[in-house]
């Protein structure tokens, strides 16, 4: 069965330091993967996608992630975290299953980010 | 930006009532699906819908649970029966699925926090 694992359930930082996120997948076949954000009080919001093409990705908000095929790993990345990057982050595989598609979600990381 | 909305934001229910969590996805969407998350816990696929008939649904969608496109804008999960663990945030998300080559991104709703006493 697919399924997701993010590695840290809890991530505390200051402000201007480095983030990575760990996440990683289990499924043989083609896959989408997806960063979603929530933000307290807030939806699930896309920060990034991949599909195909260059493994590094770019999103919104200085957010970047690299899919590594190998390690079966989507990791999210940003070079410097700010305050309001306080959220809960959620790695995301859709995996085709039938031809139709469904999200599975890890189990989310929440970030604190100290002034 | 068009935007999945979703009604109401909080619901309480009494154990054993049927609940209706409404959605309205992106209007050019064609693809529907539910969510939930109980706290603390994973977002969890439900059901997914596409031409007025459910493409998908997972273990939790048991006969309990039912979904209907009752118009051209709303999409509708039902709980006919509640119990104590239907206590969750459920999400309505939506996709315009172009092709079997992939390339869709699914949207999501702000949620419905059902608690059931």
């Known amino acids: 069965a697919q399924s997701v694992s993010q590695h840290n359930h809890h991530v505390i930082l200051s402000e201007a330091a480095s983030l990575e996120l760990g996440c990683n997948y289990s499924y043989g076949g083609t896959v989408n993967l997806f960063w979603y954000v929530q933000y307290p009080g807030q939806h699930l919001q896309l920060l990034l996608k991949?599909?195909?093409?260059?493994?590094l990705v770019k999103g919104i908000k200085g957010f970047e992630a690299e899919f590594i095929k190998s390690k079966f790993s989507f990791n999210l990345r940003k070079p410097s975290v700010q305050w309001s990057d306080t959220a809960e982050y959620f790695c995301a595989v859709n995996a085709r299953s039938g031809g139709y598609n469904k999200l599975i979600f890890g189990a989310g990381t929440r970030l604190a980010v100290h002034p | 930006e068009p935007e999945v909305t979703q009604t109401p934001s909080h619901q309480v229910t009494q154990m054993g009532q049927e609940v209706i969590l409404r959605c309205v996805p992106i209007?050019?969407?064609?693809?529907f699906y539910w969510y939930r998350q109980i706290l603390g816990q994973k977002v969890e696929f439900l059901v997914s819908?596409?031409?007025?008939?459910?493409?998908?649904k997972s273990e939790i969608f048991d006969d309990q649970f039912s979904v209907e496109r009752p118009d051209g804008s709303n999409f509708t999960l039902k709980i006919r029966s509640t119990k104590l663990e239907d206590s969750a945030m459920y999400f309505c998300?939506?996709?315009?699925?172009?092709?079997?080559?992939?390339?869709?991104?699914?949207?999501f709703g702000p949620g419905t926090r059902l608690l059931v006493l």
């Open positions: 991949y599909f195909s093409g260059d493994p």
């Open positions: 998300a939506s996709s315009y699925f172009l092709t079997s080559d992939t390339q869709e991104t699914q949207y």
């Open positions: 209007s050019n969407h064609l693809y």
């Open positions: 819908f596409y031409n007025n008939e459910i493409s998908e």
